[in-house]
């Protein structure tokens, strides 16, 4: 059946050429809602400011405010576009961090991606060194988490944990405790 | 001879080249498009109140994609609705070096060269949450009409290839699928989904979610009815007194299932059950053909009790779980000369199975040094009824009593070690033991190298095992038609893979693997004598193969991905290709937005090459098919309401897939083109 076959064949060429058209134009089209991940980073970004930072964190008043993310994927790239800007006076650093790196430089902690099992670790540390956690993982404030993101019906939402966010000395501002979910940790 | 064609896999190649740099210029558009500025301007209460375009696939889950020990594909929600899958076999036709066919039964998976449409799945693990799916008796993994689980309540799955038993356990020979059920959070409230389709096929289901305070609860019952196919045509049964080789009425497909799971302050507690009617058309086992006695019911259940707790920094998982697996298989039968004078003219034999069984499982994480991450477990299963009679349905006639019980127990480890910034160590052991035949030691040994963000590097040395299981053990009729055999071995499969991940921003990536599986001491079936057959440790199987896959996903809705494999497998007792075994896998799968992120068109296409294998002591093949799939889509139209239409085999091609001994027809006929509406409304 050799007919058949070159059929096959050129349906198989079809197929690539047929993407790279559809590949070609789909880049120009605008996106409408901006992507999860630049809004996620504009609340990190923003809520730094409802926060009560615990006194001596930050060396002087000039002194940065460091940015620590660890985990792959998009929340990292998202907080790039921040570096710089200021923040409470305190101009803006954002690192990369891989689990287990000494984090004793970070003032707030951004986890996104990283596997459960890394979890208990990463927040042992950051509570030890007081540091504000931020992460978009499900049920992190249940999990120990101070601040987690989930999203609601298209939008994203603030999980806060009280108790976690007291023990590590932070004192958050009722206008973000008011759009947020108050969640006991082991609930 | 089984030669291979250079000209078409020259054209596969050439044109992924060509989809790989036409992705790059698309990418380059992609990169050209203005960040929003004013978020940053935006204060909270309005971040919160913004709608937002969800990122979905891969790029969520790049930690666990690039960092596990293996290569994993991540299927979302969104995928299975954009492109209508009905089944967890759809999803694994459209995953790359995957493929499944069907006996108008049960589904088998293919990959990395090996389908044995008749083992039930046996070598690949399912598990949902992390239950264990595998049964106690087939061990299968139901991918099919029977699975537990309706395709609208999966959050998403993860495909993980290549052995890993190390972290797993015994059935992950091939590879693990795990599927995640969604949570109440993101079905909160009553939701209410139906479906009509071609073949007179219904189905309907009614979820109800609720979020409280320290908890949540999701609640779901689905219900499936099809008749099927129901004048499919058997050429070797084309005889008046087979009714000319038509199954008339043959293919009904009814199934119910229901779901729950719902966590209180650190406990999950989990729930399912799925029972499904299956009539066989195929006349299989030398049953009568047209017969509607001839029928299957599966019927699959669980609770799982799950405790997660992060105890001073380590993390402590432990499960407790019961579960029950009953078969019940009726065979109709014309009286022979060997079976005893007084039945009638004609007969039922059934295999009435269940299994039932309880285990536990602990594990716990932590960080043991800075850059040394540890995981260790144990996992106790108590099989403490499994029942495998087989009788006739005739007052006063045949039957053997077959029952067993078995307990075995595992330990396991694993150790990252972040060597550099740039490179991890992947390290697993684990130790199963078993009453059968004794223990067996799991390794895996993976390097993950990150030479700079977007590349990633892995070598994977795995080593896994399969255990004989209850079926092959013990299994056999009242015709004795099986020698048994409590003397197998397990399986062991020992593989090496390279794989080289490519990442381009947000937008591209790239995955290119080669792999070597050597497989010794297969279990097969092999003939004894005319009339019996017998499990035995005969195979020893090579194969060596690659893959390759692009994946693009844009800010503007569309999103698409092209992957080719290739794999050689050699059956090195017979010294001939692997029966079964296609050399070629391609697929496509594209979804675009055609109305306001709204509405999407999935298109998708799947082509297997051809498939030889010995049925009956002939050498046959299942000729090489290309199938095309569409699917509309729209989300949010009116407020809760979500729809698709799909078709399926658009081109209408004829497909066969290949049948095992257990059927005279050496082809079993798949569907041609079929439609089905979806719908989902919450409120």
Redesign the interface.
């Known amino acids: 059946m050799p007919a058949i076959?070159i059929r096959?064949?050129r349906?198989?060429?079809m197929?690539?050429?047929?993407?790279?058209l559809?590949?070609?134009g789909?880049?120009?089209?605008?996106?409408?809602?901006?992507?999860?991940?630049?809004?996620k980073?504009?609340?990190v970004?923003?809520?730094a400011k409802?926060i009560e930072w615990p006194t001596g964190v930050f060396s002087g008043s000039g002194a940065p405010l460091v940015v620590c993310s660890i985990?792959?994927?998009?929340f990292t790239?998202a907080l790039e576009?921040?570096r710089g800007?200021t923040v409470l006076g305190h101009p803006l650093q954002v690192r990369r961090m891989?689990?287990?790196?000494?984090l004793g430089e970070c003032h707030l902690l951004v986890v996104s991606?990283?596997?459960?099992?890394?979890?208990?670790?990463i927040?042992?540390?950051a509570r030890k060194r007081s540091l504000l956690t931020v992460s978009d993982i499900?049920d992190f404030a249940r999990?120990?988490g101070i601040i987690g993101l989930?999203?609601?019906e298209?939008?994203?939402?603030?999980e806060i944990n009280v108790k976690a966010a007291q023990q590590s000395r932070f004192k958050i501002s009722s206008?973000?405790l008011k759009?947020a979910r108050i969640v006991?940790e082991?609930? | 001879m089984r030669k291979s064609?250079p000209?078409?896999r020259l054209?596969?190649v050439?044109?992924?080249l060509?989809?790989l740099s036409?992705?790059r210029?698309?990418?380059?558009?992609?990169a050209?498009?203005a960040?929003?500025s004013d978020?940053?301007s935006?204060?909270?209460?309005q971040?919160?109140?913004?709608?937002?375009?969800?990122?979905y696939g891969v790029?969520?889950?790049?930690?666990?994609v690039?960092?596990a020990p293996a290569s994993v594909t991540v299927v979302t929600s969104e995928e299975i609705r954009r492109y209508g899958w009905r089944t967890l076999a759809d999803v694994l036709k459209a995953t790359r070096g995957f493929f499944a066919t069907y006996d108008r039964n049960y589904s088998y998976i293919g990959t990395r060269g090996f389908n044995r449409p008749g083992d039930y799945n046996t070598r690949v693990l399912l598990l949902v949450d992390g239950h264990q799916i595998n049964d106690a008796i087939y061990e299968s993994a139901a991918i099919g009409t029977e699975f537990i689980l309706d395709m609208a309540l999966i959050d998403r799955i993860e495909i993980i290839r290549g052995p890993s038993s190390s972290l797993y356990g015994a059935g992950a020979f091939f590879g693990v699928i795990n599927v995640i059920s969604k949570?109440a959070?993101q079905i909160e409230g009553v939701e209410l989904g139906g479906g009509w389709g071609s073949q007179k096929t219904g189905s309907g289901r009614i979820s109800y979610g609720k979020l409280f305070?320290?908890?949540e609860f999701l609640l779901s019952g689905s219900g499936y009815d099809s008749r099927g196919n129901d004048r499919l045509f058997f050429p070797e049964f084309n005889d008046p007194a087979t009714n000319n080789g038509i199954a008339r009425n043959m293919d009904r497909d009814r199934s119910y299932s229901l779901f729950a799971s719902g966590h209180l302050?650190?406990f999950t507690l989990a729930g399912a059950l799925v029972s499904r009617d299956k009539r066989i058309p195929t006349a299989s086992f030398g049953t009568i053909f047209n017969d509607p006695r001839t029928d299957s019911n599966d019927r699959r259940s669980y609770l799982d009790l799950r405790y997660?707790?992060?105890?001073?920094?380590?993390?402590?998982t432990a499960r407790l779980f019961y579960d029950e697996y009953r078969f019940t298989g009726n065979f109709a039968y014309d009286r022979t000369g060997d079976d005893p004078p007084l039945y009638p003219a004609s007969y039922v034999n059934r295999d009435q199975h269940l299994a039932r069984w309880w285990g536990a499982e602990v594990q716990a994480?932590?960080?043991l040094?800075?850059?040394?991450?540890l995981?260790g477990g144990a996992r106790v299963r108590d099989n403490f009824q499994v029942e495998i009679p087989n009788y006739d349905l005739v007052p006063g006639g045949r039957r053997l009593d077959n029952s067993h019980e078995n307990v075995f127990y595992a330990l396991f480890g694993q150790a990252e070690l972040?060597i550099l910034?740039t490179l991890i160590l992947n390290a697993g052991v684990r130790y199963d033991h078993y009453e059968t035949f004794g223990g067996a030691t799991s390794p895996r040994l993976a390097l993950i190298y990150t030479p700079v963000e977007g590349t990633v590097f892995k070598l994977i040395y795995g080593h896994a095992f399969r255990a004989p299981n209850a079926y092959e053990l013990y299994y056999n009729d009242v015709f004795d038609g099986y020698a048994t055999s409590t003397s197998l071995r397990p399986e062991t499969v020992r593989s090496y893979e390279a794989i080289y991940e490519q990442y381009y921003g947000?937008v591209l990536r790239t995955s290119a693997s080669v792999f070597y599986n050597k497989i010794d001491n297969l279990i097969s079936y092999q003939d004894v004598s005319p009339t019996q057959v017998a499990f035995a440790n005969i195979d020893r199987v090579k194969a060596v193969g690659g893959e390759f896959e692009i994946e693009?996903q844009?800010?503007?809705?569309?999103a698409?991905r092209?992957s080719y494999g290739y794999v050689a497998a050699r059956n090195e007792g017979t010294e001939q290709s692997l029966d079964y075994s296609p050399r070629h896998l391609?697929k496509?799968n594209?979804t675009?937005?055609l109305y306001?992120?709204n509405v999407f068109a999935g298109i998708e296409?799947q082509?297997v090459s051809r498939r030889e294998f010995s049925h009956n002591g002939a050498g046959v093949a299942s000729p090489?098919y290309?199938v095309t799939n569409a699917t509309l889509s729209s989300t949010a139209l009116l407020p809760g309401l979500d729809a698709s239409f799909s078709v399926y085999n658009l081109l209408d091609r004829r497909l066969d897939d290949p049948a095992t001994t257990d059927h005279a027809q050496s082809l079993i006929p798949q569907d041609g083109r079929t439609y089905r509406l979806l719908f989902s409304y919450r409120f």
């Open positions: 076959r096959r064949c349906l198989g060429l197929l690539p050429a047929l993407l790279c559809l590949l070609g789909a880049g120009r089209l605008l996106a409408e809602a901006p992507q999860e991940y630049q809004v980073g504009a609340m970004f923003n809520m409802y985990g792959r994927g998009p790239g576009q921040y800007k891989q689990p287990g790196e000494e991606g990283v596997e459960k099992r890394y979890l208990a670790g927040l042992d540390q499900p999990l120990g989930v999203e609601v298209g939008r994203v939402r603030f206008q973000l759009l006991r082991g609930e | 064609r000209g078409l054209v596969l050439g044109s992924l060509l989809s036409c992705g210029t698309a990418l380059a558009q992609d050209e498009q960040a929003p978020l940053e935006m204060d909270l209460e971040l919160t109140n913004l709608k937002v375009e969800t990122v790029s969520k889950f790049e930690q666990v690039t960092e949570s959070r305070n320290g908890g302050h650190d997660d707790k992060a105890i001073d920094g380590t993390s402590v994480s932590r960080q040094l800075p850059r040394l991450q995981t972040r910034d947000g693009g844009w800010s503007s809705g569309f698409a092209s391609v496509l594209l675009a937005p306001r992120k296409m082509g090489g290309l």
